[in-house]
């Protein structure tokens, strides 16, 4: 996820994706582990909620959440578990696609599960056609996906601290995850699915991602050129490494070290000066309006799970006016400058003023903030 929120990524349109979706490669199979045992589905769930808060330190519904009766998705390696009783026995079948290189890890992973869920039982793998992928950018979060995807009827939105947003499909091997791509908040969108003509229909369904008002995203200036400046970092390592002569590898290559003659450089010292506590959102409107005023507030004392906090306080605001909706394709966007914001909960609403001076609450919306990127809440 941190890898994807470093990739400059050319901007999207309003909340829609480019006509042309990549095609990244698939991965080799998906891999499908099962095991059976005499215990009911209730004691193998009991003993995975134990070994996740070993593991994790969450519970399972937080892990392992149910998306239909006897269906799950398990968060934390992204795959489908299934069961199914008959004859005093219950078959648990999980399924997660996996690259050729990772293939005996998620071996391991599923051994791991069934020896937790059961008493040591013996596990069948097989391995089973690819998913096939299609991607994109957009400018939208969970909330705007859970609204393109909801007349379908087979996909539920799972919670995930993997992904900035993730929904699986109940009938089907077919998901979409977002990440933040880190340009002016944009989030990267993969949709998998059986077949390649059925990823690129689910890829075409996001990318109408479109029309609301919204506070669509924030980002931060001197956070994305931060993530900008290690992007930098890693790459010249790779290349110092890649430029060195037949048989000689530079393990001691640092990126740390290169990322730190970055930012010593002069240019790039006046360009973190320039962006140190500028804000910004890209927003939309479906009407005209005399005057437009993002208020920034933060919440003070954030619980994230709960959504409680103690205190809302108001940062500051940015007005602007006679303010009109973009075309088809486009967003809005209004800078502010702040104090340095401290990691935590941050919420921003939009207010519209009419040509009669009636006030008109346009959206609201809650992002946690990282120090160098907002996800939505």
């Known amino acids: 996820m941190r890898l994807a929120r470093l990739l400059a990524i050319a901007a999207a349109g309003c909340c829609g994706a480019a006509a042309q979706f990549g095609i990244p490669r698939a991965p080799d199979v998906v891999l499908s582990g099962e095991f059976r045992t005499p215990l009911p589905e209730a004691r193998v769930l009991a003993g995975l909620d134990a070994y996740y808060q070993e ?6 519904d937080a892990v392992l959440p149910e998306i239909a009766p006897h269906i799950r998705y398990e968060a934390w390696h ?4 299934y069961f199914a009783a008959e004859g005093g026995q219950l078959t648990v079948t999980m399924k997660r696609p996996t690259e050729a290189a990772t293939e005996v890890l998620a071996k391991g992973w599923m051994l791991q599960m069934a020896g937790r869920a059961a008493d040591d039982p013996e596990v069948r793998f097989q391995e ?11 400018y939208g979060s ?17 919670p995930t601290w993997q992904h900035a947003g993730l929904m699986v499909s109940v009938s089907r091997l077919a998901r979409v995850v977002l990440a933040p791509a880190g340009t002016r908040g944009i ?13 690129r229909r689910l890829a075409a369904d996001v990318s109408r991602l479109r029309g609301e008002a919204c506070v669509c995203a924030a980002y931060s200036e001197a956070g994305e050129l931060e993530a900008d400046l290690h992007r930098q970092a890693l790459d010249k390592s ?12 530079l393990l001691e290559v640092d990126p740390k070290h290169i990322e730190d003659s970055l930012r010593l450089d002069p240019a790039n010292q006046k360009r973190l000066a320039a962006a140190a506590g500028w804000y910004g959102v890209k927003y939309r409107i479906e009407a005209p309006y005399a005057a437009v005023t993002i208020r920034w507030s933060a919440l003070d004392g954030y619980v994230r799970g709960s959504g409680a906090f103690t205190a809302q306080r108001v940062l500051g605001t940015a007005p602007a006016a006679n303010v009109k909706p973009e075309g ?16 935590g909960a941050y919420r921003i609403a939009i207010e519209g003023e009419t040509a009669s001076g009636a006030k008109v609450a346009i959206d609201e919306r809650d992002f946690w903030f990282d120090g160098q990127f907002f996800d939505e809440l």
């Open 55 to 60: 593991q994790v330190g969450r519970k399972l």
């Open 78 to 81: 992204d795959m489908w578990v």
């Open 128 to 138: 089973l056609p690819p998913m096939r992928y299609a991607e994109g950018d957009i």
């Open 142 to 158: 969970r909330r705007e996906l859970v609204k393109v995807l909801e007349d379908r009827g087979e996909f539920r939105l799972v």
């Open 187 to 199: 989030h990267h969108f993969t949709a998998g699915a059986e077949t390649l003509e059925a990823a």
């Open 238 to 249: 790779v290349d110092m490494n890649s430029a060195a002569p037949a048989g000689l590898v």
């Open 328 to 343: 088809a394709g486009k967003l809005l966007e209004q800078r502010i400058r702040l104090q340095a914001l401290k990691p």
